[in-house]
């Protein structure tokens, strides 16, 4: 029986919140782990800069990104929270099995299953953080929950470069998959599921909305297109960025790493760490860091000025995507670790501030009786693209570049993608203007029966 979310205290508003957030942080470990295993993967099963991107894009985005689809169908009637669960132990499971491959056959199709599970992870939780926050206070609360991607990211790399160091790379995929598992039925017993649209005045109890209703919805709204388009070409570079710059970090500045990582505690490395612990740590460190501020200053900027002008919800994303390209260029062919680590904070703070004020809008564009659905639809057009062709897309440059550049490819290759940034901000300027007009009239709806 659903909760009614009106009456909901502040307190377990935050305890759903922070609920969420540790799953989507797990989501992001178990996705993100492999950019650091990838090195002794590769040292180990031999893959080429092509396998890795096939490995760890295409394969997990075929079935995330279109499994997501009738995964949220059944979330706009169906118990949310069980669907979160029933994901989140089968991607932790599928997590675990990455960890028993020994070829890039069984790595490639390990991965894929965890994408079939991730499918159920997210649209789910943006419907039911819809129902607990009041729309005033949306942006906030989705860019809040969006944490998880930094944080499960930086968490992942992390990790992984520290049980790849102390034990090797099949113990972590056992280690994060198990840890899943345990945490899935306290999710369960623990986060009551909401009311839907008890927050946003539409009347009557809503009656779930057949799928061409959906896209019939979405079309009419060229606004909606324009963001979930021009999120996808950020996600070619973000999450690009995200799998392959361990890889460039030790390609590039592998004997700087141990001396600009002195900072770090003694007691967080174990003995004899090597590179690759130093690299998860430089990196994992920008991630949390960067990643956490520019997703929070995304969705506060959202809220405070995007009452009144709706534009906003893609003008901010739009500025950041703007910063983030000089910034990423310097940071890319600077030869100085020190002044990487300052460049590359402040690209990967701007890289995710579209998430809060982007996500609000998707989920303020439709009914409640098809949010699940309408978030699913954004998430598969960014995650097809922005998954499985960017990872994809610079392994397999960096290929293409490593006759002409050697070590180097890797570079090239990243800059090579950063011009997705220039079409990102231009699709998101260009949808401004539009939002007033997209944006979905609860009264009118209500009116309509």
């Known amino acids: 029986m659903a909760n009614d979310s009106t009456t909901a205290s502040a307190a377990y508003r935050g305890y759903v ?45 075929l079935f995330y990104s279109t499994l997501g689809v009738p995964v949220a169908m059944l979330a706009d009637r169906w118990h949310r929270v069980r669907i979160m669960t029933i994901a989140l132990t089968m991607w932790s499971a599928f997590t675990m099995a990455c960890g028993l491959a020994t070829n890039f056959v069984q790595m490639f199709i390990a991965r894929m299953m965890v994408g079939v599970g991730e499918a159920g992870g997210v649209a789910p939780a943006y419907s039911i953080v819809s129902d607990y926050f009041p729309p005033e206070k949306r942006a906030t609360a989705l860019a ?68 061409g209703e959906v896209f019939s919805t979405l079309l009419k709204k060229p606004s909606f297109w324009l963001l979930s388009i021009g999120a996808a ?54 991630l949390a860091v960067g990643g956490v501020l520019g997703i929070w ?36 062919n600077t030869t100085s670790l020190s002044t990487a680590f300052l460049v590359f904070l402040l690209p ?12 609000a809008a998707f989920q303020n564009m439709v009914g ?34 490593k006759a002409q550049y050697g070590d180097e490819s890797l570079r090239y290759s990243m800059l090579t993608a950063v011009a997705f940034y220039v079409i990102a901000a231009a699709l998101y300027f260009i949808a401004a203007p539009r939002l007033k007009k997209d944006w979905h009239q ?5 009116a309509g029966g």
Not at 37 to 47: M, Y
Not at 262 to 275: E, Q, Y
Request: glycine share 12%; with cysteine.
């Open 17 to 61: 919140l922070f609920a969420l957030i540790v799953v989507y942080t797990f989501n992001f470990i178990d996705r993100q782990i492999l950019g650091i295993l990838a090195i002794p993967i590769q040292e180990d099963l031999g893959f080429s800069d092509t396998q890795l991107g096939l490995m760890r894009g295409v394969s997990f985005a």
């Open 144 to 211: 809040i929950y969006s944490f998880g991607i930094p944080l499960g990211s930086a968490i992942g790399i992390v990790f992984g470069g520290v049980i790849a160091t102390v034990l090797d790379w099949r113990s972590a995929f056992f280690i994060v998959g198990g840890l899943g598992v345990l945490i899935a039925p306290i999710f369960l017993l623990t986060v009551r599921e909401p009311a839907r649209g008890a927050l946003d005045g539409d009347g009557a109890k809503p009656v779930p909305a057949p799928i």
């Open 233 to 286: 070409c950020s996600s070619i570079v973000a999450y690009g960025m995200f799998a392959w710059m361990p890889a460039f970090l030790l390609r590039t500045f592998g004997d700087a790493l141990p001396g600009a990582m002195a900072w770090v505690p003694s007691f967080l490395m174990p003995p004899n760490p090597g590179p690759l612990l130093y690299a998860a740590y430089f990196y994992g460190a920008l």
């Open 297 to 332: 200053l995304g969705g506060a900027v959202a809220d405070r000025f995007g009452a009144k002008h709706k534009g906003v919800y893609a003008l901010a994303p739009a500025v950041a995507f703007t910063l983030t390209i000089p910034f990423l260029v310097v940071g890319l």
């Open 348 to 359: 990967t703070a701007f890289s995710l501030a579209w998430l809060g004020p982007a996500l």
């Open 368 to 401: 409640v009786n098809m949010r699940a659905t309408a978030g699913a639809v954004f998430l598969l057009v960014n995650n097809l693209i922005g998954i499985g062709f960017g990872d994809f897309f610079i392994g397999r440059m960096s290929d293409f570049y």
């Open 442 to 446: 609860p009264s009118v709806a209500a």
